[in-house]
């Protein structure tokens, strides 16, 4: 049984909800006092979506995905279900939808401020656009976190140094899965990003996604879980991270960084490994 944070007004549309919900397979509300009791004492790890995904379907990846992934018995699984759908074109209501993220941040920070008080800790995981989202509840957390891992982030290079400097300062690891042939990042975030930034906080075009080459300096050594950059030869898109509606079979953690040169981790290769090595990563990043 998985548990979901449901921070939708609706089932579809980019519009946040103005309080968080919480569901069982998504399908059962239960009330925050289960809540706090299903999490007391363990270690919970929150894993968010990306842009342009509907509630329906980001149950669907975000279950498969947790059903990847090998936790020890000592941490649960949240995943948590944010307004990011496209309201118009994809790439033109990108930018929009920034703001839904911070709205969704800040919503899912105070949910937990309020109710995550028992967990023994908290580690964020993202996908996409989601790194917004979580950055903004980590900004506005009233506690740290014990992992922080950014796969495939929409979101600036530089933004540890600049806009959420105070956030992952809160954060006791960070890591970032990234992938140069992730050609939702090289074209959509180039083409959609200046337009945000001109409508929210000016317009470095210059700049490039932190998921596409990872982070443009090295994360704190303090900090430094590490910046996982996917090789080349995997071909390894935006999409891969989180699975569409099946589950593959398991990679058992842990698995050590990639370098540039290593072959497909898989022989043989199967259909969805993709999002099983990203789960076998996070798997490993939570040990």
Same mark, same amino acid.
């Given at each position: 049984? /998985?548990?979901?944070?449901?921070?939708?007004?609706?089932?579809?549309?980019?519009?946040?909800?103005?309080?968080?919900?919480?569901?069982?397979?998504?399908?059962?509300?239960?009330?925050?006092?289960?809540?706090? !009791?299903?999490?007391?004492?363990?270690?919970?790890?929150?894993?968010?979506?990306?842009?342009?995904?509907?509630?329906? !379907?980001?149950? +669907?990846?975000? $279950?498969?995905?947790?059903?990847?992934?090998?936790?020890?018995?000592?941490?649960?699984?949240?995943?948590?279900?944010?307004?990011?759908?496209?309201?118009?074109?994809?790439?033109?209501?990108?930018?929009?939808?920034?703001?839904?993220?911070?709205?969704?941040?800040?919503?899912?920070?105070?949910?937990?401020?309020?109710?995550?008080?028992?967990?023994?800790?908290?580690?964020?995981?993202?996908?996409?656009?989601?790194?917004?989202?979580?950055? @903004? /509840?980590?900004?506005?957390?009233?506690?740290?976190?014990?992992?922080?891992?950014?796969?495939?982030? $929409?979101? @600036?290079?530089?933004?540890? +140094?600049?806009?959420?400097?105070?956030?992952?300062?809160?954060? @006791?690891?960070?890591?970032?899965?990234?992938?140069?042939?992730?050609?939702?990042? +090289?074209?959509?975030?180039?083409?959609?990003?200046?337009?945000?930034?001109?409508?929210?906080?000016?317009?470095?075009?210059?700049?490039? $996604?932190?998921?596409?080459?990872?982070?443009?300096?090295?994360?704190?050594?303090?900090?430094?879980?590490?910046?996982?950059?996917?090789?080349?030869?995997?071909?390894?898109?935006?999409?891969?991270?989180?699975?569409?509606n099946a589950i593959a079979q398991q990679i058992a953690p842990p698995i050590q960084p990639p370098s540039s040169t290593l072959a497909i981790p898989v022989s043989p290769v199967f259909d969805g490994?993709?999002?099983?090595?990203?789960?076998?990563?996070?798997? /490993?990043?939570?040990?």
């Amino acid at each position: 049984m /998985t548990l979901f944070i449901d921070l939708r007004a609706t089932p579809s549309g980019g519009v946040c909800a103005a309080e968080a919900t919480v569901w069982e397979d998504g399908v059962r509300l239960i009330s925050t006092e289960e809540f706090i !009791a299903r999490i007391q004492g363990f270690n919970v790890v929150l894993a968010t979506h990306g842009f342009n995904v509907s509630r329906g !379907a980001g149950i +669907q990846a975000l $279950a498969c995905w947790s059903a990847l992934l090998q936790l020890s018995p000592a941490e649960v699984f949240v995943g948590v279900l944010w307004p990011g759908d496209s309201k118009f074109l994809p790439v033109l209501d990108y930018p929009i939808e920034g703001d839904e993220a911070v709205k969704s941040g800040r919503l899912l920070a105070n949910f937990l401020n309020r109710n995550a008080k028992g967990a023994a800790s908290l580690s964020l995981v993202s996908h996409s656009l989601g790194a917004r989202m979580v950055l @903004e /509840t980590l900004d506005k957390l009233d506690r740290a976190v014990r992992r922080l891992v950014l796969m495939a982030a $929409a979101i @600036e290079d530089n933004c540890f +140094q600049s806009e959420y400097q105070s956030a992952v300062a809160k954060a @006791e690891k960070i890591y970032t899965l990234a992938s140069r042939k992730d050609w939702v990042l +090289q074209f959509a975030f180039p083409i959609g990003n200046p337009v945000g930034e001109i409508v929210m906080r000016g317009h470095p075009y210059f700049k490039s $996604a932190l998921g596409r080459a990872g982070p443009a300096e090295p994360i704190p050594l303090e900090q430094c879980g590490g910046s996982w950059q996917i090789p080349d030869g995997w071909k390894y898109g935006h999409g891969d991270y989180l699975p569409d509606n099946a589950i593959a079979q398991q990679i058992a953690p842990p698995i050590q960084p990639p370098s540039s040169t290593l072959a497909i981790p898989v022989s043989p290769v199967f259909d969805g490994w993709e999002s099983s090595w990203s789960a076998c990563a996070v798997s /490993t990043q939570m040990t």
